[in-house]
């Protein structure tokens, strides 16, 4: 896109990227539902293959207060972990970028925790928190969601043009006012693109872990109950619940990344990639 | 005030100290620059220019030698935010706007907010970019950044200006715009102005000396005095000046051919 900076010019082609942006998925998505309910009612296979969207919608629909309480548990937990982990990974990147100390010992204690695979320790946090208390799945979250936003933040602590660190010493600028002024706004669309993905980690993380135990009226509960009493559409529906709290939370994320740096070639829809 | 602006004494930078990739940047350099002066330096690339300058500036520490700088320690001199300085890349912060990026020194040395919008504006007619204060530093050409930039390190009047290229991403017309801007400023102020570029010609246009350096290691190979008096629009067609530039040439000539 070229730069127009009137923006009664602006606003046409952009009104259209913006319906080209949304009309893209939708029609995707209808497509994809559309050719689903179909080849089932063709093939017509037994019903826990898969039942067709029809079936998942009106599950949903007949279970609707027990589906809706499940989605509240577990999204509770997902966005408690996501907001935890996301504020403990910046804090160590920050003191990580900042201090030296804190870099010999922190970076390879994270580094040797993200090795660690997270999930298969589910059983043993629920050992450690009890078997039917949420915080064990908390934990996996936090724990899951902190290693990108660590390491993607310190990166883009770190990750700045030396002459920029060099005319902010030229001011006799703080330590401190340089982090401020320079490292933490280029960290910022290192830190959103780790987010972003951390939505979708931590309603998996979150789900997968309830399979071991947690709260028992949750989304991963349902999940293995309804399957085991062969009930794969109300099965289904809890599957679709946990995609909608992560497609939310994506939106979210990217609304909260437009707002904090309009600045961005990526959100200022210059860059021809990004198109 | 001592009447030294810069005083740099026997100061040598050795990169990577007694590695392989040992680096001597600028070797046993002496030189003095006197208060208000406009010096350039100039020499084959690689010569370390940048890092003399830098060393004045008080970014990189010497391996050895004093730089004094308005009679105290560089470093000092640099907790006295008496640098302004300007990069051959423009280096703003595409967070700030135009207006805020030249009022990013202004904001760390206190300025009011009045104060500072108000010089902001100044620095802008000033590089005649007046009506591009709320634009983003991603929606100008380079040599738009470039005299941000320079606003940026003129803002508040500091009293060393160090320039390392500023004018090299330039076109023709705008670099002598700008170059006689930076000279009535310099004639206005008592600023005193350390000035790196690759142009012969700018560099006898804008300085009362021209620094010559050779490489390998990075000495001071010449000075030259070079003494046209003040410039006006006839000075670039002067004989006077292209006998200075011939006279620069030559000692750049020897020092290539070394
Ligand atoms: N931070 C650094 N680490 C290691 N070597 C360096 C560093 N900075 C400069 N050098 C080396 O010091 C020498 C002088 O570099 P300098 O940048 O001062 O040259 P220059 O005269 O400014 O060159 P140019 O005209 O190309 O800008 C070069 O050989 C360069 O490789
Ligand atoms: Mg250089």
Known sequence: MTAVPSAAVTSAPATKARLARWSAPIIAGVTILVVWEASLALLNPAGFVLPPPSAIISAIF?????????????????????????????????????????????????????????????PIFNAWFGLLSPRSNQMIVVILVFFPIFINTAKGLTQVEPSQIELMESYA?????????????????????????STSLAVIAAIV??????????????????????????????????????????????ILERVAMPWHVSIRGNDPAAN | MSDHAVNVQRVSKVF??????EVHAVDNVDLTINNG?????????????????????????????SIEV??????????????????QKAGLFDWRSVSKNIELPLELMGWSKSERASRAQEMLELVKLPEFGDHHPAELSGGMQQRIAIARSLAFNPSLLLMDEPFGALDEMTREHMQ????????????????????????????????????????????????????????????????MVTVVREALRSVESQ
């Open chain 2, 180 to 243: 006689d801007e930076l000279l009535r400023i310099w004639d206005e102020t008592d600023t005193t102005v350390v000035f790196v570029t690759h142009s012969i010609a700018e560099a006898v246009y804008l300085s009362s000396r021209v620094v010559v350096m050779s490489p390998r290691p990075g000495q001071i190979s010449e000075i030259i005095e070079v003494g046209l008096g003040d410039r006006d629009t006839s000075t670039r067609e002067d004989p006077e000046f292209f006998k």
């Open chain 1, 62 to 122: 007949e279970n609707f207060s027990e589906v809706w309480m499940a989605a509240r548990v577990t999204g509770f937990i997902i966005v408690t972990g996501l907001i935890a982990g996301a504020i403990v990974g910046v804090v160590t990147a920050l003191l990580v970028t900042r201090y030296r100390l804190a870099s010999e010992i922190l970076t390879p204690l994270a580094v040797s925790l993200s090795a660690v695979p997270i999930i298969a320790l589910a």
């Open chain 2, 37 to 65: 002066e406009f010096v350039t330096l100039i020499g084959p690339s690689g010569c370390g220019k940048s890092t003399l300058l830098r060393l004045i500036a008080s970014l990189v520490e010497p391996t050895g030698g």
């Open chain 2, 16 to 21: 990577n100290l007694g590695k392989t990739n």
């Open chain 2, 70 to 87: 308005n009679g105290k320690p560089a470093e000092q001199a640099r907790l006295d935010r008496e640098y302004g300085m300007a990069f």
């Open chain 1, 173 to 197: 600028a703080s330590k401190w006012r340089i982090t401020r002024e320079v490292r933490v706004p280029n960290a910022l669309p290192f830190f959103f693109t780790a987010l972003k993905v």
């Open chain 1, 209 to 254: 872990a309830e399979y071991f135990g947690g709260r028992q009226d949750a989304l991963g509960p349902l999940i293995t109950q309804s399957a085991g009493l062969t009930r794969y559409d109300e099965a289904w529906a809890a599957v679709l619940a946990g995609t909608l709290i992560g497609a939310a939370l994506y939106m979210i994320t990217e």
